[in-house]
């Protein structure tokens, strides 16, 4: 069955470093997500992206955060730079428009 | 894109009997769909249903939509302890390509 890869699995880096995290969608998908938790709380909708461009942006993703399709198939989120209260699991998605979204495995991301 | 709000919060239940989980949304919708999350790991899609649907079975999932009342359930037959994850329910307005907004979930323990 087709996967959402993403990578790192865990990142650790000092505050205010950028950090890039990356994602390999599903190859015949067109719409392209970033989602976080926080340890204990909910999933938080971060980013949508779509045609290479962010369709929709919660609050959360402020100017510190971009999105990139730099190649055609990864997709990459980048935190230019971190913050203690970015720590947390970062989940890449896909979704081909008709059936639900493929979630990624996530990339726990810990800012020291 | 609008929060399910799931029910109850948490759920305990014996190995090998049902769990019934419920979930409640606001307004119209094109679809309705529910995701599962191990502790800790990514999110996994489980079952779609549209709105002109009103039963959608895959495997030991069983997914009622009443648009009457707003509400879905979820139903897992002959527990495993595998099954002990949270699970969300995602109401989608418009296309399965909007963002998911995601509630707290219900929480399913299967006690060996």
């Known amino acids: 069955e087709p996967e959402v890869t993403q990578t790192p699995s865990h990142q650790v880096t000092q505050m205010g470093q950028e950090v890039i995290l990356r994602c390999v969608p599903i190859s015949n998908h067109l719409y392209f997500y970033w989602y976080r938790q926080i340890l204990g709380q909910k999933v938080e909708f971060l980013v949508s992206?779509?045609?290479?461009?962010?369709?929709?942006k919660s609050e959360i993703f402020d100017d510190q955060f971009s999105v990139e399709r730099p190649d055609g198939s990864n997709f990459t989120l980048k935190i230019r730079s971190t913050k203690l209260e970015d720590s947390a699991m970062y989940f890449c998605?896909?979704?081909?428009?008709?059936?639900?979204?493929?979630f990624g495995s996530g990339t726990r991301l810990t800012v020291v | 894109s609008q929060q399910g709000e799931e029910d109850p919060q948490a759920l305990s239940i014996q190995e090998g009997e049902n769990a019934t989980m419920n979930c409640s949304y606001k307004?119209?919708?094109?679809?309705l769909q529910w995701y599962r999350q191990n502790s800790g790991r990514g999110l996994v899609h489980l079952i779609l249903i549209r709105s002109n649907e009103r039963e959608k079975h895959s495997g030991r999932l069983r997914v009622t939509l009443d648009t009457s009342k707003k509400s879905s359930s979820l139903l897992i037959t002959a527990s495993r302890a595998a099954d002990t994850a949270s699970y969300f329910c995602?109401?989608?307005?418009?296309?399965?390509?909007?963002?998911?907004?995601f509630g707290p979930g219900t929480s399913l323990s299967v006690i060996p």
């Open positions: 307004t119209s919708i094109n679809n």
């Open positions: 992206f779509y045609n290479n461009e962010i369709s929709e």
């Open positions: 995602a109401p989608f307005m418009k296309t399965s390509y909007d963002k998911v907004i």
């Open positions: 998605a896909s979704s081909g428009g008709r059936d639900g979204y493929t």
